[in-house]
């Protein structure tokens, strides 16, 4: 595994508020206390009463958790269950057929919405549709999909018939693109024609093209939805329309339960090596705590709550609160196409009024960013029916908490009326390795501390340890570890099981370790302090710098690359990179757009390096290792820290003086 530095303990201690909910809040909320005494007093039984809870199953399960063969877990091993079906079909049985379960807002204001009925019967039509075209149960399916109901109906479908769907943001780029559809062997791809972004048109289809334009690659057929008719090359052998192929097969299909253990997902993410990770999900522990966790952190009541969750299906929090545990819950969601500027900045305003939305789920970065477009734009609108927030990708700055809570969470409407009791908030910590929320208070339960998700939540235990692995006591800094296997743990990393081993259990003997710092405040709580490896978090996006130095280093201009991520005041870290250029660039060429340009296309448009220096030398130790952390002092323009175990001692002032330059 890579190195890792030890966490900066910012002086978090100065954060003393707690905000207790209120009366009426405990009065009605769904987590209780009781679940922490019953989790802590037999942790598997409490997770095997949650699973009977949360989840109909087609075959009850006997063992609750195999551990034999550590550290890949089996939960609910010998049961049988059915994603789909628990999703969608139980609901209509149940009477709930015509609640909504989407209301789809388009970008350029078209919208639909799906009841639990029509959705289920959507699902069964791709499902059928799917096994026309010869996927599987087992075989992986490639999602390149933008933010709209079909990439819901998809990965449901896969579910539905135990094919592995991959899905892949439809921000990233046509090679990487590839190298997840090849990396996986995808039988089929489902994408879409485009996509719109900011009011206009923006294709998707080519970027498929140009990734199955190579021979050598697994895919049999691609699936395109037509989302905004624009005109595209179609590949007679591989293309099929959505819409002649789905839309005219069979309403009917019986879901069968698939084994717990069966998976259900492979979704990659940036490690700190170059190369993805396909983190392995299944079916049975990862539904029992995506729906738990979406229960309780969130004091759902399906009835009456509409849940926006913001994330795109191209990461797990789309997976996990978009696509699976609401509908599993039989929650009314709002799933949006756009960002939030276009057509103006009040638009996730327009949305959470339009539809009512009570619970909200986002990111640190967004809440940053409207508050730099002033609270005029929120207080113009009608928030008042939000009755919980919520945050998760990265920390959460108790300034962007209170803003949060005081601009958005106490708007009572557009006259600058405020809540008796603004709503509570609750950061989530956790992975796409975890899963589903790990470290989350329980709204009813927990006085909230602005920037901290404070405690596991019931049935998980975390733990913050020192270098050598032992326990640090309250008011002390380490890293973050899991100390007992979890329902919704990935499973291993696809095609690479040594490198699962490696990754996450070689750092500490019999720990998960989860690559982040972490403190203990005097109470216990936990804050999180970020990566303590080469992992970035842009806008909430795990990038490896790694990564993005494989993609410049292969750029023929470039001899050496060291990238960092500096803090920013809006997206958290931004990307910067240091480059040794080993051939003068032509004339007049702007070889920093070069390079970006460079990145975006092998990875895509988030990957891009903010700023690109070009420097002469790299700082290295003497065995050769670049020492990022003097470049990031660098890039975030501070004093630059010890440098006397530099190979040579002068690196840093010459990167310094071709700063100045
Ligand atoms: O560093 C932590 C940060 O995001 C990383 C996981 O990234 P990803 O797998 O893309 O999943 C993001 C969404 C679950 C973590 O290792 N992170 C996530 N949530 C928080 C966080 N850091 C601090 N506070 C959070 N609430």
Redesign the pocket.
């Known amino acids: 595994m890579s190195d890792t530095h030890t966490p900066t303990l910012d002086n978090l201690s100065h954060e003393t508020r707690a905000f207790a909910p209120s009366a009426e809040f405990v009065a009605n909320a769904i987590g209780k206390p009781e679940q922490y005494e019953a989790a802590n007093a037999d942790r598997l039984g409490y997770w095997a009463e949650t699973a009977r809870k949360v989840l109909t199953w087609d075959t009850d399960f006997t063992e609750v958790l195999d551990w034999s063969g550590a550290p890949v877990a089996k939960w609910f091993a010998d049961g049988k269950v059915n994603a789909a079906y628990n999703a969608l079909d139980r609901h209509v049985e149940n009477g709930l057929g015509d609640r909504v379960a989407i209301h789809f807002e388009g970008e350029p204001g078209d919208t639909r919405s799906y009841t639990y009925s029509q959705l289920t019967t959507a699902v069964k039509q791709a499902a059928n549709a799917f096994e026309s075209l010869g996927v599987a149960k087992g075989d992986r399916v490639a999602v390149y999909l933008p933010m709209i109901p079909e990439a819901v109906i998809t990965m449901l479908a896969c579910a539905r018939i135990g094919a592995i769907h991959s899905v892949v943001f439809g921000g990233f780029s046509a090679d990487a693109l590839r190298s997840r559809v090849d990396d996986a062997e995808a039988k089929l791809v489902v994408t879409a024609d485009g996509t719109w972004r900011r009011g206009k048109p923006s294709a998707l289809k080519p970027a498929v093209d140009e990734a199955l334009a190579a021979p050598g690659h697994t895919v049999q057929n691609v699936l395109v939805v037509k989302r905004n008719g624009q005109d595209v090359t179609w590949n007679e052998k591989l293309d099929k329309w959505w819409s002649e192929t789905v839309d005219s097969a069979s309403t009917e299909h019986t879901a069968v339960g698939h084994e717990s253990e069966h998976p259900l997902f492979v979704l990659y ?1 940036s490690g700190t090596t170059g190369k993805p990770k396909g983190i392995i999900h299944t079916t049975g522990g990862y539904l029992v705590q995506a729906a738990a966790t979406h229960r309780d952190t969130f004091d759902l009541h399906p009835e009456t709550d509409v849940f926006w969750c913001t994330a795109d299906i191209g ?3 789309g997976h996990t609160y978009v696509t699976y545990a609401p509908l599993v819950n039989g929650a009314t969601q709002v799933m949006y196409e756009g960002t939030p500027d276009s057509p103006h900045q009040g638009r996730w305003w327009e949305i959470v009024e339009k539809y009512g939305v009570t619970i909200l789920y986002t990111a640190p970065t967004a809440i940053r960013t409207f508050m730099k477009w002033g609270r005029q734009i929120p207080d113009s609108y009608d928030l008042s029916s939000l009755r919980l927030l919520g ?6 700055n108790p300034e962007a908490w209170m803003w949060y809570r005081e601009v958005i969470g106490s708007n009572n409407g557009p006259n600058g009326e405020k809540k008796e009791h603004p709503t509570p908030i609750v ?7 975890t899963g589903a929320h790990m ?1 989350a208070p329980l709204p009813g339960v927990t006085a909230t501390k602005p920037g901290s ?1 404070q405690t596991p939540v019931p049935g998980i235990t975390v733990d913050v340890v020192d270098e050598m692995g032992v326990s640090v006591g309250n008011g002390e800094g380490g890293f973050l570890v899991i100390r007992d296997p979890w329902p919704a743990m990935l499973r291993g990393i696809w095609g690479d099981m040594d490198r699962y081993k490696e990754t996450y259990w070689s750092r500490f003997e019999g720990m998960y370790f ?3 710092g972490a403190k203990k405040d005097e109470d216990g709580d936990i804050w ?1 302090l ?2 303590v490896d080469d ?1 970035m ?1 842009v806008s ?3 990038l490896s710098t790694t990564e993005i130095e494989s993609s410049l280093v292969a750029h023929p201009y470039v001899a050496e690359a060291a990238v960092v991520g500096a803090k920013d005041e809006t997206t958290g870290e931004a990307v910067v990179a240091f480059v040794i250029l080993q051939i003068e660039p032509a004339e007049g060429e702007d070889v920093v757009a070069t390079l970006r340009a460079h990145v975006g296309k092998d990875i895509g448009p988030i990957a891009k390096p903010r700023h690109i220096l070009v420097v002469p030398e790299l700082p290295k130790t003497r065995s050769g290792k670049i020492m990022r952390r003097l470049l990031k002092d660098v890039a975030e323009g501070r004093e630059v820290g010890d440098s006397t175990t530099l190979a040579d001692s002068t690196v840093m002032t010459q990167i310094a003086d071709s700063m100045r330059k």
């Open positions: 993410t990461w797990v929090t945050s998760v990708g990265e920390p959460i950061d989530t910590w956790w992975q796409t390795e470290i998700a989860a690559g982040d999180l970020g990566r992992v978090n909430g996006h795990r």
